[in-house]
């Protein structure tokens, strides 16, 4: 076991963590740190300091301790040195893991997925993505549920032997799982009121890009700088959680929906992604996925495979993606050799703006794959007709002949069908 200390501001009111990483066969040395260094901005992100790593090499999890007796020792030793409050585990702990390690550290013992839950916890704000997160903690605390004194007594088998603690803990049970119903049942009502927006949306018309990527990519820096949106973008991980729709006016004069949604990173927590179903929705049944990508980060290719393993999970990995590599005003940044590797793809820097103009026309192209363009011969005194052209799609071409008037106009398969009577050939 290797113990490397790490140097920090002293922040007394901030929790001390211990990070632990298992080196297993198959996985390198450099992934590893790579995961614990983001490990360790989860952990800062959360509110707490990192003052110590400590690194195993093994074959397999032990099933009792993950590590095994004797490294726990050394991890005990290590935490005692450094004044550890929490011990924070890189990989799942089980339950009985958990409980196993904190009874021998004497402190704490949580995994990533607990760090992740804390966050969105933290920075949760609308009424729906509180129930969101809510029933994410509920769900991956209640098989860990236990009671915190060990004086009751618990359920020794047989009928007539169960004593007050176990009492007690079926008594928790049950209401932690009154309350995940309860969450349940309002999340679906919101997802219901989200089916009837976006029925009311197709009515319009109006197609939809949806902006995924990794936690800190620039979603909400994006979303900002095309549509004026006014959102909060900072430089931490999982500021938006809640999804915002802005409308963004193209070249042609078409209104398309944006969508920020929450960012993802990889081994994203199950209950997380089951909780965030009705707000992954809205990434699912885009017309397009913009998937924008930190282009100064070190392992972004790691992390564009991190978010379509997401994608695949929820879904949407039949849906278009358009690969957007952001930060390219960063020294340093590969977002342009990435654009140029990856055909189709665009280098941009919501920051300053390069490369947004692009960016739309390239949105727009991509939006009109599924469209065509028709050729319509409307009767010069429809003028409600041709309103409606110019308003249904994009019109290439405009030309007045005797009693009537030829658009060359973009149109999808429902506009199309709507002005088929008066469809001509090229």
Known sequence: MTYIPTTLIDRSFRERIVLVGVLFPGHSADELDREL???????????????????????????????????????????????????????????????????????????????????????????????????????YRLPRLRRASGSLSQQAGGIGTRGPGETQLEVDRRRLVQRMHKLQRDLKEVSRTRGVQRQSRARGRHREVTLVGYTNAGKSSLLNRLTDAGVPAENRLFV???????????????????????????????????????????????????????????????????VREVLREIGADSVPELLVFNKCDVEGSESRDLAQENPGSVAISALTGEGIEGLIAT??????????????????????????????GDVLDQESRDDVVVLRVVLDAVGAARFDEWRVSA
């Open 37 to 139: 260094d983001e490990l360790a901005l989860l952990v800062d992100t959360a509110g707490a300091d990192v003052v110590a790593r400590v690194i195993q090499r093994r074959d397999r999890p032990d099933p009792a301790t993950f590590l095994g007796s004797g490294k726990v020792d050394e991890l005990r030793e290590i935490s005692l040195a450094v004044d550890s409050d929490t011990v924070v585990f890189d990989h799942d702990l089980s339950p009985a893991q958990q409980r196993n390690l904190e009874r021998l550290l004497g402190r704490t013992a949580i995994d990533r997925t607990a760090v992740i839950l804390d966050i969105f916890a933290q920075n949760a704000r609308s009424p729906e993505g509180k129930a969101q997160v809510e029933l994410a903690l509920l769900q």
């Open 240 to 306: 938006t959680l809640d999804p915002r729709t802005r409308q963004l006016q193209m070249p042609g004069g078409e209104t398309v929906l944006v969508t920020d949604t929450v960012g993802f990173i990889s081994k994203l927590p199950h209950e997380l992604v089951d909780a965030f179903k009705s707000t992954l929705d809205s990434v699912r049944l885009a017309d397009l996925l913009v998937h924008v990508v930190d282009g100064s980060s070190d392992v972004a290719l790691d992390e564009i495979e991190a």
């Open 363 to 392: 949105i727009g192209d991509r939006l009109r794959v599924d469209d065509r363009v028709v050729t319509l011969a409307l009767p010069v005194e429809r003028g409600d007709l041709i309103a409606a052209a110019h308003r249904e």
